[in-house]
């Protein structure tokens, strides 16, 4: 065998694209491919594999055009499951087909890469082999598991009428015993980490057609989509309250299959539609995927966007720095929106990442998949409100400056003199009283054991128990508008919890409260949705009052001296800190004051664009965000 495979370069202007013949060969033999350079517009046929890379370390050799050439264990794993002993095949596999090591290459084959994904013959699908199966490409057990459960939760039943589940003492939900280890295989079916790759997006929507291989099993994308469907229907509305239960007791691997499947299969089955699909669209839709380069969560998507608004489109650089290729991709999303939505989320996982403060942690960095979820909810919340009325960035005025500092209008609405201690409810739930009383406590308000009436409206109780909720309750529905103003039912249902969550020690005189685990199914059993959704508001978020008086929720890091604003085209208000330097563009004389970004929050008198009325819009001024 010769030495290592050498590239020769490819010609951009004749569209050119490498493809891998996969030689024929019995499971054991080594796995031997030939690459051939053709141009794309010739309508070459094709499979596309999709796969992760994974782990770098125990790379294997195959032979490549007679040279030595190594891939990762997964791709070689997945060779050796398509290897067929009689035909070849002819593929496209971007670890091959392109040259990694050329980084202008890489730029323009992966800016081609929609067009190779939507013009392949078929997608194969590979999740990952079940490293168990010792035999030389036998069944896998865990597999053929996992496929009963697609088949059983694809079949449209109400959640409490599949098999998999019972109903034990006191109405709690079980997983039925005789489908413990399918529930097991499941949870290791949605856990494999194809479904958590940003690049698989892409090249699960637009296929012509599509095959799954997880092991020895196969299974069909409809398979796939009767399930997202099933789930979706039941989940939304008759099995609704049954899903929140399921989701308290932690039955996550249907619920972690449909927080990644559902916007896979729906992006799929919506792309065709004439409705424009934007990069700010994908991004916020498949804010839970995770790329190993950060600027990916961005050019990975590039394939799928059909809209740029007034913006030229964006093109995948590989030459550029990582916060250089991450601040040009955020902004374009916010120019193409005029507002500044894009920016809602925490600021809390980026550790000491050079990036600035108005992105969001999500943009660039991995979010543990609870707050994935959570900030969904709250950008789903958010999307209720209008903070900066109907206003919009002027598009001469947002500008992306030097070094990454975003100049932008906005409009002050306060200064925060005061913070109450933070809510870590889904951590120590057991707090969550203490915490109520010493943020009544902080703003002067007694409310005793809640009174039975609501507090009459505009006091400061009532905007008190209103913020708890951010002045808002979920519909039973799947489509826009999800959330409700607040009224008096909610009131009561609120004053219930509160009563419930003090009963087990007898009320206002235990200073701290111990939760059972009996209790805690009480309150789950009876208002689930409610619940959810106060740990949705409140989690990670602290009380604060304004000079004027005016309550509202914040970000953790939030403290007293920061400024609340509300930057146009943001339906959210945001805490703001200001910066000791101010900001001189280059050529201007003046000097704008300049702030840090510490995350979106919610501020009762100001949600529906209250701020601009009476001439506010007067005050409305340019600043820079570092
Ligand atoms: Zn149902």
């Known amino acids: 065998m010769g030495q290592g495979y050498q590239y020769s370069p490819l010609d951009p202007k004749n569209r050119q694209i490498r493809l891998v013949t996969l030689e024929s060969g019995a499971w054991s033999d080594e796995i031997c491919c030939n690459i051939d350079v053709v141009s794309f517009d010739g309508h070459p046929i094709y499979e596309a594999l999709s796969y992760v890379w994974g782990d770098q370390k125990g790379r294997k050799d195959i032979r490549l055009s007679d040279h030595l050439f190594d891939v990762t264990e997964n791709l070689w794993m997945v060779l050796r499951r398509l290897r067929d002993p009689v035909d070849s095949r002819v593929l496209w596999i971007d670890a091959i087909c392109i040259n990694q090591k050329d980084n202008n290459e890489k730029s323009y084959q992966v800016a081609m890469m929609g067009e190779i994904y939507s013009s392949c013959r078929k997608a194969i699908i590979w999740l990952g082999e079940d490293l168990d199966t010792t035999e030389a490409g036998s069944k896998s057990i865990v597999a053929s598991r996992a496929c009963d459960m697609l088949e059983m939760l694809g079949a449209d039943r109400h959640l409490d009428q599949l098999p998999c589940f019972s109903t034990g003492d006191g109405q709690r939900t079980e997983i039925s015993e005789e489908y413990t280890i399918h529930f097991e295989a499941f949870r290791e079916f949605v856990s494999v980490p194809w479904w958590k790759r940003i690049w698989v997006i892409q090249e699960m929507v637009l296929p012509k057609s599509l095959k799954f291989l997880y092991s020895s099993e196969e299974f069909s994308y409809e398979a796939l989509k009767s399930v997202v469907q099933g789930l979706r229907i039941h989940g939304t509305t008759c099995c609704k309250q049954y899903r929140y239960a399921l989701r308290a007791l932690a039955f996550d691997p249907i619920l972690t299959f449909q927080e990644q499947v559902e916007p896979m299969v729906f992006t799929r089955e919506t792309w065709t539609d004439q409705t424009p699909t934007t990069l700010f669209y994908l991004r916020r839709q498949f804010s839970a995927s995770q790329a190993s380069q950060k600027r990916d969560l961005f050019y990975a998507l590039l394939g799928l966007v059909t809209s740029w608004g007034p913006n030229t489109p964006l093109y995948p650089d590989y030459r550029i720095s990582q916060k250089e290729a991450i601040t040009q991709a955020v902004f374009k999303c916010i120019s193409e929106q005029g507002g500044l939505e894009f920016l809602q989320g925490e600021r809390i996982f980026r550790g000491k990442e050079d990036m600035p403060s108005w992105i969001p942690d999500a943009h660039f960095t991995t979010v543990p998949s609870q707050w994935v979820i959570v900030e969904q909810r709250r950008l789903r919340i958010a999307s209720g409100f209008s903070a900066s009325a109907s206003l919009r960035q002027d598009a001469s005025e947002l500008t992306l400056a030097a070094n990454g500092t975003l100049l932008c209008q906005t409009l002050k609405v306060g200064n925060i003199v005061d913070v109450g201690p933070v809510c870590e409810a889904l951590e120590h739930f057991e707090e969550a009283p203490d915490i109520f009383r010493e943020w009544m406590q902080m703003i002067g308000i007694g409310m ?51 009563l419930m969550l003090l009963s087990p020690l007898g009320g206002f005189l235990a200073s701290k409260l111990s939760l059972s685990l009996k209790s805690h199914d009480d309150l789950m059993s009876q208002a689930p949705s409610t619940i959810y959704h106060i740990l949705v508001c409140l989690w990670h978020r602290r009380l604060f009052r304004t000079e004027k008086g005016w ?15 509300v930057l146009l085209g943001s339906p959210a208000p ?32 100001i949600m529906f664009g209250e701020a601009f009325k009476n001439d506010g819009e007067k005050s409305i001024q340019t600043i820079a965000l570092s």
């Not at 929720?553 to 939030?558: D, I, Q, R, V, W």
Request: charged share 25%; with cysteine.
């Open 448 to 498: 005793g054991d809640w009174p039975e009436q609501p507090p009459p409206g505009g006091s400061q109780a009532d905007i008190f128990w209103k913020t708890m909720l951010n002045d808002s309750v979920e519909l039973d529905t799947s489509e826009n508008p999800f959330y409700r103003r607040t009224n008096e039912d909610d009131y009561t249902q609120l004053r219930n919890l509160w």
């Open 574 to 605: 945001f805490i703001l800190r200001r910066l000791d330097e101010s900001f001189k563009a280059d050529g201007q004389t003046e000097a704008i004051p300049a702030y840090n970004i510490i995350g979106n929050a919610y501020l009762h008198e």
């Open 551 to 565: 309550i509202g929720l914040a970000p953790e890091n939030s403290c007293p001296g920061d400024e609340v604003h």
